[in-house]
């Protein structure tokens, strides 16, 4: 997705989940596609954003 102000398209994230022991996920590079960032800016998310991200302090979440 390049334009920040457009949704993705349903192919788009219907491409990005994947199916993980039975469960559907969607893997931080098809997070990263659909929001227009790079994989390590991504992550990189979380920390500088940590109210936000309640269970971030949570070792087990991240």
Same mark, same amino acid.
């Given at each position: @997705? +390049?334009?920040?102000?457009?949704?993705?398209? @349903?192919? /788009?994230? &219907?491409? !990005? $989940?994947?199916? *993980? #022991?039975? $469960?559907? #996920? *969607? =893997?931080? /590079?098809? =997070? !990263? #596609? $659909?929001?227009?960032?790079? *994989?390590? !800016?991504?992550? &990189? +998310?979380?920390?500088?954003? +940590?109210? =936000?991200?309640?269970?971030?302090?949570?070792?087990? @979440?991240?």
């Amino acid at each position: @997705m +390049t334009n920040p102000n457009t949704l993705p398209s @349903m192919h /788009e994230v &219907q491409s !990005a $989940i994947h199916r *993980v #022991r039975c $469960i559907r #996920r *969607v =893997l931080a /590079e098809g =997070l !990263a #596609r $659909i929001s227009g960032k790079s *994989v390590s !800016a991504f992550h &990189q +998310t979380p920390s500088r954003n +940590t109210n =936000l991200f309640d269970d971030y302090s949570n070792p087990a @979440m991240r």
